[in-house]
């Protein structure tokens, strides 16, 4: 893992976990939480499948670690330990891992996301939980909106991938969502905002800009809540675009000031 760290400016790279006898599960995405002891350091957390393969029938599935100190002094399992043991119900795949007041968050955009209240607790077993996304987002909302027949997991992960992504802003952990759901709050989760294509095109600067009408896509949400996306103008494709290197527009919006904070290009990445 390449680590960039911002404050001081610094690049460092981190071994892999070792294999065998780990094999990551759930995502390659580490969890970047802070160090314990309270330096400017930082840890990481990944789940792995300790065993000969990840369908192996001997193995356990464990939470590792990787803190400044076993970096320093790397034992048998190189810069890693193991945190503790994880039981996992059912195969959970990871879009987004972050971390939020040294909870540790493992999203799924289709399903909800698993997280650690304390990563740091000792223990043999770490306790995890699980939030559903809300209704109407999740995976068994769009299987009944569509039917058995037309719902089609793979498209359905290339789509999420386009409209969908999570963060923490703040205190909070922030889901953002681009359907035609009907109801998008519970009692853990609250809409802050819900705006539509055409509003963003009306966002001040944006016209001024020169941004193309296109749909917004690869949704990110920055640090203090601004909404960065892609505007793939789709007159701009041949058919059949696969491989076909693109130029699109880059831009940043703050969505309740309805403004364009910033905007750019995207050269020459393959649009696949």
């Known amino acids: 893992y390449l680590v960039y760290d911002h404050a001081g400016a610094s690049l460092s790279m981190i071994r892999c976990l070792p294999d065998p006898p780990f094999v990551p599960i759930s995502t390659m995405k ?3 939480v802070p160090d314990r002891h309270g ?3 930082f840890e990481l957390f990944l789940m792995a499948r300790r065993g000969s393969s990840p369908s192996a029938a001997a193995h356990d599935d464990v939470l590792c670690v990787s803190t400044p100190a076993t970096r320093a002094n790397p034992a048998s399992d190189g810069a890693w330990q193991v945190q503790g043991q994880v ?7 990871t879009d987004v891992a972050f971390s939020l007041q040294g909870k540790g968050f493992w999203a799924n955009l289709l399903q909800g996301l698993m997280y650690c209240d304390d990563l740091h607790a000792a223990g043999d077993v770490v306790d995890f939980s699980f939030i559903e996304l809300p209704p109407g987002c999740r995976r068994r909302d769009l299987e009944q909106q569509m039917g ?6 793979m498209v359905m992960d290339v789509q999420m991938r386009l ?4 963060a923490c802003v ?3 952990v922030c889901f953002v969502c681009i359907d035609h759901a009907k109801q998008y709050a519970d009692d853990q989760w609250k809409k802050e905002w819900e705006v539509s294509a055409r509003e963003l095109w009306g966002f001040d600067g944006f016209k001024e800009a020169g941004l ?15 909404l960065c996306v892609m505007l793939a103008d789709q007159s701009k494709f041949p058919r059949p675009y696969h491989q076909v290197t693109v130029v699109d527009d880059l831009c940043v919006l703050d969505v309740r000031g309805k403004r364009l904070l910033w905007h750019g290009l995207v050269h020459e990445y393959p649009c696949t």
């Open 39 to 41: 330096s400017s350091d």
């Open 170 to 172: 703040g205190d909070s």
């Open 163 to 166: 409209t969908r992504t999570m």
């Open 212 to 226: 193309p009408e296109a749909p917004p896509e690869y949704r990110l949400l920055t640090a203090d809540g601004d």
């Open 87 to 93: 039981k996992l119900e059912e195969p959970f795949n």
């Open 148 to 153: 058995a027949d037309e719902y089609n997991e």
């Open 30 to 32: 580490p969890v970047v």
